[in-house]
T-cell receptor, first 116, second 112 residues
Framework: AQSVTQLGSHVSVSEGALVLLRCNYSSSVPPYLFWYVQYPNQGLQLLLKYTSAATLVKGINGFEAEFKKSETSFHLTKPSAHMSDAAEYFCAVSVVGSGNTGKLIFGQGTTLQVKP | ETGVTQSPTHLIKTRGQQVTLRCSSQSGHNTVSWYQQALGQGPQFIFQYYREEENGRGNFPPRFSGLQFPNYSSELNVNALELDDSALYLC???????????FGPGTRLTVL
């Protein structure tokens, strides 16, 4: 069975500081991995995805994530936080395979607060 | 290109009632998935429809049911509502199975 663990339900950084949101996954087969962002009262927007190509994935808004199979991790980073980055972030895993629905299994989410 | 749309935006029901939520998939997308997001939690997979057939279901009771129409739009029906059904219900569409899912803004359901 697949699962996702996001370490830290709440992360606070200063504007301009490095953002690091942690995600560890469990999967017995090659996974697809995703990071989504959710602003208040809105749906989910895809930031980036890993689909077994390059292990360093670049996404929108300056975010990137690195797939580390040995550590079963897919942490999200951004060199310099902006106030507009304040939101809820979700890591998700989907299983590759014929006949699979591609359903997403989400972590519990991490709230990013950016202080001026 | 129109994205995924959902209606209504908000809904208030009482215990025991039935509710229908609607989703229009993005143009060209034939797969629709539904997720339930309780307050402070990550979304949980309810079920998926592919070419008008249910194609996978999460750990939800049978009172959660759905439909997909020939134009690939979809409905989520919940019977005998319970207080714990209060949540944000998200619809996501994708052009193929195992592909990137595009989410709608959600329907906020409150059960009193």
């Amino acid at each position: 069975a697949q699962s996702v663990t996001q370490l830290g339900s709440h992360v606070s950084v200063s504007e301009g500081a490095l953002v690091l949101l942690r995600c560890n996954y469990s999967s017995s087969v090659p996974p697809y991995l995703f990071w989504y962002v959710q602003y208040p009262n809105q749906g989910l927007q895809l930031l980036l995805k890993y689909t077994s190509a390059a292990t360093l994935v670049k996404g929108i808004n300056g975010f990137e994530a690195e797939f580390k199979k040995s550590e079963t991790s897919f942490h999200l980073t951004k060199p310099s936080a902006h106030m507009s980055d304040a939101a809820e972030y979700f890591c998700a895993v989907s299983v590759v395979g014929s006949g699979n629905t591609g359903k997403l299994i989400f972590g519990q989410g991490t709230t990013l607060q950016v202080k001026p | 290109e129109t994205g995924v749309t959902q209606s209504p935006t908000h809904l208030i029901k009482t215990r025991g009632q039935q509710v229908t939520l609607r989703c229009s998939s993005q143009s060209g997308h034939n797969t629709v998935s539904w997720y339930q997001q309780a307050l402070g939690q990550g979304p949980q997979f309810i079920f998926q429809y592919y070419r008008e057939e249910e194609n996978g279901r999460g750990n939800f009771p049978p009172r959660f049911s759905g439909l997909q129409f020939p134009n690939y739009s979809s409905e989520l029906n919940v019977n005998a509502l319970e207080l714990d059904d209060s949540a944000l219900y998200l619809c996501a569409s994708s052009p193929l199975l195992n592909n990137e899912q595009f989410f709608g803004p959600g329907t906020r359901l409150t059960v009193l």
